[in-house]
Structure formats: C-alpha cells, structure tokens
C-alpha cells in the first residue's frame, strides 16, 4: 500500500482480501465434502476368477461401463494413484502443455487421481499430509481369487528404500507394503507355519519333502526336541524353508514324480488286499 493512500482505498483493500480469503476457504470446504466417482483399474492376474463368474469383473464392468470377457481371468480391481494402475477422476479432464487433455493411458476415463490430489491436497487431511506428502498413502484392493496365489515376502521399510533406490524396475517404490485383508465373503488363507511336532510328521511321512530339502537340513529339523531353544527351531524352519523354496525346478519335478509314483505303488496294494 502507497503511504499516501487515502483512508476509504486501505478499507478496500483489506475487504478484498477477506474476501478472497473466505472464497478460498469455502472452496476447500467445498472440496473436502464432495464425493468424487472414480475410475479404477482391474488386474487379470491368471490366479483370479474367470469372466462373469468373478466379482472384480462384475465390479469393474459396471464401474467403466465394459464387457465382461468370459474366457478372461479377473483377479484384483484396485482404487489409488499406484502407477501401474491408477484411478481417474470421473469427468475431469488433465491439463497437458496449457490445453485440455488426457494424461497418457488414460483414455477417456477422467483426470488422474494422483493430479486430481495434488491440485487439491487438502482431502488428505493435515496428518497425512505432512507424513507422506501429496499422494495416497495407501491402496485399496478387491480381489476375486480363483486359486492359490504365489507366495511373496515383503521387505521391511528401511529395506525396501534400499531395494527401490538399487533395482527400481524391480521395486517400483519404497512401501515395504504392509497388508490388511477383510474378507466379504467365505474367505480361507495360510498364516504362519506349522507347529515343529507336525512338522516332523509331515517328514516322515512324505520323504520326499526331505530330499528336496536336503539331508542335512530335514536332520536339522527332525533333531529339534522340546528342550531346544526357540532360535534353534526358528534356525531350523528357515533353513528348510529357504532350501525347499530356492530348490531347482528340475528337483522339485523330481520329488514329484517320486512321490506319485509311491502313492500309486501304495493305492495297488491297498486294492489288491
């Protein structure tokens, strides 16, 4: 403001600026209440249920108006901003370059969610906004799983920094990914291991797993007693594990094949008595 300004221009002034104030407060206000309808992405990893029978499918054809493909399979619909497979803001169009656009891959389906956030990050709340920043701290997943899904192994958060920061095309972030599972319907999973008593069961009555597993590893495991440490028996059930999991293909046919050929041996004799 000029020193000489009259009286009646500084009252304009700050009238103008409240004003402005208020406008971008209510604007706020305004995007923190609404609803925004979003477009997901679907995954069709071969683990999911096929076509109509798979409820992502039903979900993601009436969320983007598709056709269910029938021989398809249809594994996880996801809501967020990860990058190989985001949502779009329903009816809002990207600015590319000063002009109205679509953000590559997005087709016709809306502003991507990631922009949509940082042009308006005060949906996210004051929290999580100064720990994460201007992005979605999370995703939400539907899954329709048709059969057992590939065992994985996630890292820890200073681990999966490292990983991200050495092999990024590998690790494509730096969540180390913990996960919670609410189940919508009749829903079974493996948690944890067996105990060391069954364990030892299972060696003995399939051999086989002891010799993918290696001699010295299964006496390792058939050594443990109840006078043992835990860290021995956890040694134990990490080195069989490891052994059983980084085991050759060829190895594992092998086992296989040996342990088809004992349960046909054993199902004659059982008819034959």
């Given at each position: 403001m000029e020193p000489n300004a009259t009286m009646t221009e500084?009252?304009?002034?700050?009238?103008?600026?409240?004003?402005?104030?208020?406008?971008?407060?209510?604007?706020?206000?305004?995007?923190?209440?609404?609803?925004?309808?979003?477009?997901?992405s679907v995954k069709n990893y071969d683990w999911g249920r096929i076509g109509a029978e798979s409820g992502v499918a039903r979900l993601y054809a009436l969320n983007r108006g598709v056709e269910i493909m029938v021989d398809k399979p249809y594994a996880e619909l996801w809501m967020g901003t990860h990058k190989n497979g985001p949502s779009f803001v329903s009816g809002l169009q990207e600015?590319?370059?000063?002009?109205?656009?679509?953000?590559?891959?997005?087709?016709?389906?809306?502003?991507?969610?990631?922009?949509?956030?940082?042009?308006?990050?005060?949906?996210?709340?004051?929290?999580?906004?100064?720990?994460?920043?201007?992005?979605?701290?999370?995703?939400?997943?539907?899954?329709?799983?048709?059969?057992?899904?590939?065992?994985?192994?996630?890292?820890?958060k200073e681990l999966a920094e490292v990983l991200h920061k050495k092999q990024p095309h590998i690790y494509k972030d730096v969540s180390h990914k913990p996960e919670m599972t609410l189940a919508v319907t009749d829903f079974e999973a493996l948690c944890g291991f067996i105990s060391h008593e069954e364990l030892k069961e299972v060696f003995q009555s399939?051999?086989?797993?002891?010799?993918?597993?290696?001699?010295?590893?299964?006496?390792?495991?058939?050594?443990?007693?109840?006078?043992?440490?835990?860290?021995?028996?956890?040694?134990?059930?990490r080195s069989l594990f490891s052994e059983i999991m980084s085991a050759s293909k060829d190895v594992i046919s092998q086992a296989i094949s040996r342990l088809k050929s004992r349960l046909s041996l054993k199902n004659e004799v059982t008819l034959h008595r």
């Open positions: 500084i009252k304009n002034c700050i009238e103008k600026k409240q004003k402005k104030s208020r406008s971008s407060s209510n604007s706020n206000c305004s995007v923190r209440n609404r609803i925004m309808r979003l477009k997901c600015v590319v370059n000063g002009d109205e656009g679509e953000r590559e891959g997005g087709g016709d389906c809306g502003l991507n969610l990631k922009s949509w956030i940082e042009q308006n990050p005060i949906v996210l709340g004051d929290k999580v906004l100064a720990k994460f920043g201007k992005d979605l701290p999370f995703l939400s997943k539907v899954l329709s799983v048709g059969r057992a899904l590939s065992i994985q192994a996630h890292p820890d399939v051999p086989e797993i002891g010799e993918v597993a290696g001699k010295a590893c299964a006496d390792k495991v058939l050594g443990i007693s109840e006078s043992d440490g835990e860290e021995k028996a956890k040694d134990a059930l």
